[in-house]
């Protein structure tokens, strides 16, 4: 079966202080692993597509890399504006494009 | 990114009436949308992919009959959620890919989503 697996739940960092999320996953045939961020109230916010192991994708103070089982996604020197629910996803092989979300990693960044 | 809106925001019904929502891709056509339900503290779960010009296909569990999608045209996909009941509340949501970005997946854009409550 499918599967997404985001850690940790929660996660409260002081502004400076760098740290990973974690996204496992067990899926037939990978054609893409998304990363998204959500504020609260309001719909996913697109962040990154990696596609192969190995690949690595940039942004501002995020970083998201993926391996055959899991991807991570590296925020250096958070920011309170940071804080947001981020969230993963897999697309499977032979599907119309249909996503797979994980629960989401909630991350809040004290000043 | 490609821009998804959704109308409206939030609304609030009585049990037993009927909601629609629109989703509209406003840069892009999109011969694909989606449609999620979110429970509060809980991650996406998809309802129904809707296609252009064809019947919408349906997640397991999820009731045809009550959540009418209809997808008219390359930028408009409708939800109605059908003698809404207090369980119906929730926070839907809308996506869309663009085609023309390239063969490789491209991402789901999403709308701000439509806030519902029936009491």
């Known amino acids: 079966e499918d599967q997404v697996t985001q850690s940790p739940e929660a996660l409260r960092l002081q502004e400076g202080e760098s740290s990973s999320l974690n996204c496992s996953y067990t899926?037939?045939?990978?054609?893409?692993l998304f990363w998204y961020r959500q504020d609260p109230g309001k719909g996913p916010e697109f962040l990154f597509t990696?596609?192969?192991a190995g690949e690595e994708k940039e942004k501002e103070r995020l970083k998201a890399t993926l391996t055959k089982k899991e991807s991570f996604l590296h925020i250096t020197a958070p920011k309170p504006e940071d804080s947001a629910t981020y969230l993963c996803?897999?697309?499977?092989?032979?599907?119309?494009?249909?996503?797979?979300f994980g629960k989401g990693t909630k991350l809040s960044v004290k000043p | 990114g490609a821009v998804v809106s959704q109308h409206p925001s939030r609304v609030i019904c009585k049990s037993g009436t009927s909601v629609k929502i629109e989703c509209r891709s406003l840069?892009?056509?999109?011969?694909?949308m989606f449609w999620y339900r979110q429970f509060p503290k809980q991650s996406l779960m998809l309802m129904a992919t809707?296609?252009?010009?064809?019947?919408?296909?349906?997640e397991q569990g999820v009731e045809k009959d009550k959540f009418l999608i209809n997808h008219a045209s390359l930028t408009l996909s409708t939800l109605t959620v059908t003698s809404a009941h207090p369980e119906d509340s929730s926070f839907y949501i809308c996506?869309?890919?663009?085609?023309?970005?390239?063969?490789?997946?491209?991402?789901?854009?999403f709308g701000p989503g439509t806030r519902l409550l029936v009491l």
């Open positions: 996803a897999v697309q499977r092989g032979g599907s119309q494009g249909n996503l797979i």
């Open positions: 996506s869309a890919r663009d085609p023309s970005r390239g063969v490789q997946e491209t991402p789901q854009y």
């Open positions: 990696l596609y192969s």
């Open positions: 840069d892009f056509q999109a011969t694909t």
């Open positions: 809707s296609n252009e010009g064809s019947k919408a296909t349906y």
């Open positions: 899926v037939s045939g990978l054609r893409g």
